[in-house]
């Protein structure tokens, strides 16, 4: 494997831990005593207690956990298969099916992030709050993904 096939490869995992610091962690919206991502909605009393409960099962929440959930799974299945790929490609051969599976999680984490920046008004508490760093993490990762893709498609594989 050449150097730019390593180079990708580390591409890929950082777009993989970004896509699940940003699916699991608190922090879509954060406020003044308010925390909210995918999950669960957490606000901290003036006695320092965090009381959380379960988000809203509005549809368009619904949706989004489901884009996040699919980019995390294409993300995974693309990784998986750059290494069967790696082994079964001939030479001069493209990883096609690996950076298509990689173009599919950038337009997934891209759909989720979309939604959550038009509907979250809906969701937000009355509070004055703002995105948080799991949020632009999904945004980072929409890009960084998008990119590992295309490389993966150009990549040629070498011996």
């Known amino acids: 494997c050449s150097s730019y096939c390593w180079e990708s490869l580390s591409l890929h995992v ?21 925390s909210a991502d995918l999950w669960q909605n957490c606000s901290g009393p003036a006695t320092g207690t965090w009381q959380c409960l379960t988000s809203s099962s509005n549809e368009w929440l619904q949706s989004v956990q489901a884009m996040m959930i699919l980019s995390i799974i294409f993300s995974v299945l693309s990784l998986f298969l750059f290494f069967c790929q790696l082994f079964t490609l001939t030479k001069g051969g493209r990883f096609f099916l690996t950076g298509f599976f990689q173009v599919l999680a950038a337009a997934c984490v891209m759909a989720g992030a979309s939604i959550f920046t038009v509907r979250h008004t809906e969701w937000q508490t009355a509070e004055v709050a ?13 890009p960084l993904a998008a990119i590992s893709g295309i490389i993966y498609i150009i990549l040629r594989k070498r011996e």
């Open 14 to 34: 950082a777009v993989l831990v970004l896509l699940f610091v940003s699916t699991i962690v608190s922090s879509w919206l954060v406020g003044n005593g308010y």
């Open 130 to 142: 703002s995105y948080g760093f799991a949020y632009i993490l999904a945004w980072v990762a929409f």
